[in-house]
């Protein structure tokens, strides 16, 4: 029987027997050194990820979540971004309850890439399965003060387009619109260009009334003015 453990053990075997030494000490360089690396870049993981998966499946339900949870604990990074390409497997076989896993890793080694990638992806498909969910997660997040929670409501409706809450969206930049915090001042042009690809006249009003940083402001912008303006 695949449990979760023998799992996790033939998934970590599989990835360390791949890994490059002379190809992890640049890309730790490229993370600050915030984690160690197997030195397995991107295109060979996700094949190598995907040559696992075709022989060995993607688990499911509380076994899913037991796997990612064993996933996260190990110290090289990739293990990380194979756990969020099992949950990207499962998107759509989930439960309101998957919200906790999801806050539980935006919160374990946080940064950037495993951030936004559980922001946008898993926590914005999961609320638009479960929208009654919204809410009450925004304003616990914005409350945290966690930088990367707030990063996380800010983004999570970066592919919403036309069914993004405008009025939400806009609400939560202008509570953190005096941040110093380098990650939620690009987190707000970020979340501002790409709503612009949908309404560029809303974009265009909110940031000319409400006083941004001029990162902010520069990537909102990036796409209405174009590379020639």
């Known amino acids: 029987m695949n449990t979760?453990?023998?799992?996790?053990?033939?998934?970590e075997s599989w990835?360390?027997?791949?890994?490059?030494?002379?190809?992890a000490g640049p890309m730790e360089a490229y993370m600050r050194g915030q984690f160690p690396f197997l030195g397995i870049k991107s295109p060979e993981r996700k094949e190598l990820t995907r040559?696992?998966?075709?022989?060995?499946?993607?688990p499911q339900g509380e076994a899913l979540e037991m796997v990612v949870r064993a996933l996260w604990r190990l110290p090289e990074r990739e293990f990380q971004y194979v756990a969020m390409t099992l949950l990207e497997k499962r998107r759509k076989e989930t439960d309101p309850s998957r919200i906790e896993l999801l806050e539980e890793l935006i919160l374990a080694k946080s940064w950037w890439d495993t951030v936004d990638w559980l922001a946008s992806h898993g926590v914005g498909?999961?609320?638009?399965?479960f929208p009654e969910q919204i809410p009450g997660c925004v304003e616990c997040w914005m409350a945290s003060w966690n930088l990367w929670l707030q990063r996380t409501a800010i983004l999570f409706q970066l592919g919403y387009k036309r069914r993004t809450d405008?009025?939400?969206?806009?609400?939560?930049?202008?509570?953190?619109?005096?941040?110093?915090?380098?990650?939620?001042?690009?987190a707000i042009g970020w979340a501002l260009r790409e709503y612009s690809k949908t309404d560029e006249n809303a974009v265009r009003a909110f940031v000319a009334e409400q006083p941004l940083s001029p990162l902010s402001v520069r990537e909102a912008l990036k796409v209405v003015n174009g590379p020639s303006r």
């Open 166 to 186: 405008t009025k939400l969206l806009f609400r939560l930049i202008s509570e953190c619109a005096d941040s110093k915090e380098f990650f939620i001042r690009k």
């Open 15 to 23: 990835m360390r027997e791949h890994a490059n030494m002379e190809q």
């Open 125 to 129: 498909a999961h609320l638009a399965s």
């Open 51 to 58: 040559a696992f998966i075709k022989e060995h499946g993607v």
């Open 4 to 11: 979760p453990d023998r799992y996790v053990a033939r998934l």
